[in-house]
């Protein structure tokens, strides 16, 4: 299969997961009880003032149309006025995705040249100490909830050694952000710490079976030194499986922001997505889920275009 | 490009090998074992010893050794010095100068030998780096001009290739090329064609004897298979439980062995039957065909059978109108090269792939037009044996438990009392004792292991057994065993046996009639002894050529003549 018509049947295979989503998450939004009229308006609020509510909003019609009425709206790039915040829903989007892109890009960044070294180290030096310590260290940092050590973060990095603020930058670009980096230090080592855990174990338990594979035992034949076989064979055929593995985890770097916007006050699409599922906004609601479900497919996408180029097996569709 | 020889080597009386007293012992979660002891054995430049013996005998053992790439849990006593230095005790620097130059190896297994992600022409270029300074340029173009010479066609192209973009044998040539890079001294060659056609392995001993011809190599030569020895060995070594039982040179190891278990070990290999020179087959051909005619109604039988997988341009065409079929009582061989369709087949014929074209007739009913309900009760008449008696037996249950599966889906009315009855009376017939029903499969020998799959195969008393190459994980002792049971319960069952192997010599035994499978087609059928004394066509003559006799005499003779017919054959497509 050619690279072209492999990328244009990976996209359309992508539009159909996104469209699924939608369907998903719009029946589970309004399968919910009490309705967004009583949320909105309050417990005071009369019969008649959320049927005239309803009405407005089309909230009275027949579901399927109401979702036909929304996905025509979608493709016009129209994702919905808020309930709660009077602001476009594309509009609070745009504001807040980028910082959120920043926040986990980063993350994901910094937690890959961590995890990939260290995976690497501890399977060169399987059951030593140093694999003992670090394998020790990953199950406690896999453990730990996010929020639990943002917390222990913020009081060791910034109550008692006050080496970094508690609070994310507050600006409204990225750019903004982006001018204070030293308040990103601890929302973006949170982020990376399962990362960090999760990936070194995928990537030592990848080389070493590559280490027993017999190609090593090909290259140590004609007297390749260990070094060089682990920098020019071993470590690229290890890293395929990891590459798979990171485009199943842009999800979880998403939940991951979520939680770590709200921590530092960090004002992305977690911190939105928060409030939005507090107040049973749901227009906000589903621009964030279509937002994040576009990006975890975006991030398979890549994720797959990647392992082509590393494994030219897989473009010859025999793996 | 001519190594210079270190004059250590002629020092040491010419030996470019030369192993003293060399001991390996494992440690293992179960104590210490001795896997190799008292081994001394000595190559010279320019000769081939062959060191044989069975699975565990240690000969791979002693070869790794010598290259010191032993696993981390074994360690090695004795002397073994390459070339002037004693591997066992070196440090890994003063190893890697030596491997794949002074001493390269060619493994067993060409499909995993290779860096999967590197492309061949830049392995064998490293291998050239590892030891000269030369530019990557120069060592990129010194890797075509390998490849061109282990037979590579386009070695330009070829060497841009990745492994996975070759065939078998191209690989192992790809691995060859990058064991005599630099011309080494020594070269190690660990059961170089067993994983390949018996075509291919021709070309690839071959290439071989002529490498080491042309650079006055040593060759040791590991390997199983005696026919390999009789083609490639000066000499031969023994190997039985670590040790060695005798050595000499390969007439008298092969021809008048003096060791018991040389004896056992040979008059267990089956021999392939060769026509007498200048007999003439036609009228015994026609005698067999016309008095021994197989009677009943077929087990199974396929009729003009045709098999695409997938679509289009990428349709590969698996098998091409084959028809044959299987009778009570008697074996049919399925033979032919990897890639041949004889699996493919054998997989039709179990109604476990559906022909695009044809049909298959299973105990008298179309398969195509039987429901699934009637195809499962047809399948409860099947047996089959797989190939490898590890995968195809599930860890996790017991031996008893494996046997009794079929009996679980297919007779489910039976009581538990009734199913351990059944199970101990096929393990019976199977030989083995029925204490293993309690066991795993793990506990028991790779030969015990397939009387296993044999039991579970038999359990239904099938009318048609499947075995889709059955010994061909097995040491020779082992399948010699095999064989006989399964030729003793057919006897005594009657089933049809449809036995699909790459061995000719085992199929020319056990299969009354045999069909040779090519590219798809049914290339040649027939009576064993017609068929595979006296071939009709050059296909099935180039392969029952290209087998390696366990007589070294008369295997000297049979190359000479493959060869000319080779020479023959390209002179007439030139002209």
Known sequence: ?319 | MSAVRRPAADARGGHILDLDDLGVVFTTETGPVQAVRGVSLHVAPGETLALVGESGSGKSTVALAAMGLLAGNARATGRAVVDGTDIVGADEERLSGLRGSTVSMVFQEPATALDPLTRVGKQIAEVIRNHRRVSAADAAARAVELLRRVGIPEPEQRARAYPFQLSGGQRQRVVIAMAIANEPALLIADEPTTALDVTVQAEILDLLRRLAAETGTGVLLVTHNMGVVADFADRVAVMYQGAIVETGPVEDVLLRPSHDYTKRLLSAVPRLSVAEAGESGGAAQGDDRGTDAPAGEPAVELTDVSVVFGRGKQAVHALKGVSFAVRPGETLGLVGESGSGKSTASRVALGLIAPTSGSVTLFGADLARTRARARRALRAGIGVVLQDPVASLDARMTVGECVAEPLRIHRRGLSGREREALVAAVLDRVRLPREVARRTPRELSGGQRQRVSLARALVLEPRLLVADEPTSALDVSVQEAVLEVIGELQEELGFACLFVSHDLAVVQQFARRVVVMRAGRAEEQGLTSATLLHPETDYTRRLLAAVPVPDPVVQRGRRAERLATLAAGRTEEQG
């Open chain 1, 1 to 319: 299969m050619s690279t072209y018509s492999f990328l244009i049947r990976r996209v359309l295979q992508a539009l159909a997961v996104v469209l699924l989503v939608t369907v998903v998450v719009f029946c589970l939004l309004h399968a919910l009880p009490g309705g967004p009229a009583r949320g909105i308006l309050g417990p005071q609020a009369t019969a008649s003032q959320i049927t005239a509510f309803n009405h407005e909003q089309g909230l009275d019609r027949p579901l399927p149309v109401q979702y036909v009425y929304y996905l025509n709206q979608l493709i016009h790039g129209d994702l919905g006025m808020s309930y709660t915040l009077n602001e476009p829903v594309s509009q609070l989007i745009t504001e807040r995705l980028p910082k959120t892109l920043l926040l986990t890009v980063l993350s994901a960044v910094v937690g890959l040249l961590v995890a990939v070294p260290l995976g690497v180290w501890q399977a060169v030096r399987r059951n030593k100490p140093v694999d003992y310590v670090i394998t020790t260290l990953s199950f406690i940092a896999y453990s730990t909830p996010v929020y639990f050590l943002g917390l222990i973060l913020v009081l060791v990095f910034s109550q008692v050694l006050p080496w970094f603020p508690a609070q994310a930058p507050q600006g409204n670009s990225v750019w903004a952000v982006l001018s204070q980096p030293q308040g990103l230090v601890l929302p973006v080592v949170a982020g990376a710490a399962t990362m960090v855990a999760v990936f070194s174990r995928y990537m030592r338990s990848a080389t070493l079976e590559n280490l027993t594979e017999d190609y090593v035992r090909t290259a140590r034949a004609g007297g390749s030194r260990p070094r060089a076989i682990l920098t020019r064979h071993v470590f690229r055929n290890s890293l395929t499986p990891v590459v798979a593995m990171l485009g199943y985890y842009v999800p979880v770097l998403f939940g991951g922001a979520l939680v770590v916007e709200q921590l530092f006050n960090y004002p992305g699409m977690g911190l939105l997505f928060w409030t939005a599922a507090q107040s049973s906004d749901y227009p906000v609601l589903l621009g964030c889920v279509l937002v994040i479900s576009i990006a975890t497919v975006t991030g398979t996408l890549l994720a797959d275009v990647l392992q082509r180029v590393i494994d030219p097996r897989v473009k010859a569709g025999r793996s």
